[in-house]
């Protein structure tokens, strides 16, 4: 409560207005309504009527003020993390790691992003019940369950794949961060596939002998 009330009081049958304790005079509360009412006229009434009055107002507010500097208000993440964590086999919990997990995979992001202070910040400010999972649990658990979902749903997809094309590639790199540049590349034949590049037998037999003699020629 402010202050300024030790100036002021209030009467039942009109709360709109208060009643200066020294002058008697009204003052408006600013509205009609609780909601809509503030201090600021009755503090121009006493920095306007009673100098020496606004002046100990003053003090009073000030000296509350550092006295108040010392106690801070929890912000909402405050609050909200002295709630319970959630359990880490929650729903809740689990969702969240599956997404951390997706966006190591999804965005080349290194395992060690777990224990960055910067995304363990965010992820706590977005989400302060949330126990962030050490890398250990991401490798031995989330990640190994996300290889299964993966190669499941391509095994589903190769059961109804009417064929595959296999293509060859090599890389290369400049950092030399790959040990084995060839790499076989599969692709699932959709059943709807038409030719569009072998129009007849004849270029496709002689796209087959090219083929072989290229794959020949990586082998020696
Ligand atoms: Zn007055």
Not at 58 to 84: I, V
Not at 206 to 214: D, M, S, V, Y
Request: glycine fraction near 2%; hydrophobic fraction near 35%.
């Amino acid at each position: 409560m402010s202050a300024v009330w030790q100036y002021f009081s209030v009467k039942s049958e009109n709360d709109s207005v208060a009643h200066c304790n020294t002058c008697h005079a009204q003052v408006s509360r600013g509205g009609t309504e609780p909601g809509k009412f503030n201090t600021s006229n009755l503090i121009a009434h006493l920095k306007q009527h009673h100098k020496t009055l606004h002046e100990d107002f003053r003090k009073t507010t000030e000296l509350k003020k550092q006295s108040s500097g010392n106690f801070k208000q929890p912000t909402l993440p405050e609050t909200l993390a002295k709630r319970d964590k959630f359990p880490r086999d929650s729903k809740k919990a689990l969702t969240l790691t599956e997404k951390i997990c997706q966006f190591i995979v999804l965005d080349d992001q290194p395992l060690s992003v777990v224990s960055n202070t910067g995304f363990k910040r965010l992820i706590e400010h977005l989400e302060p019940r949330y126990v962030m999972p050490s890398r250990h649990y991401i490798v031995d658990k989330t990640i190994p369950q996300m290889h299964k979902e993966v190669k499941e749903c391509i095994a589903m997809h190769l059961d109804k794949a009417s064929g595959l094309s296999f293509t060859t590639d090599i890389w290369s790199s400049e950092r030399d961060v790959e040990s084995e540049p060839l790499y076989a590349v599969a692709t699932l034949l959709d059943p709807r596939y038409k030719d569009k590049y072998f129009t007849n037998v004849e270029t496709l037999r002689h796209a087959k002998a090219a083929l072989k003699a290229a794959v020949l020629k990586v082998e020696e």
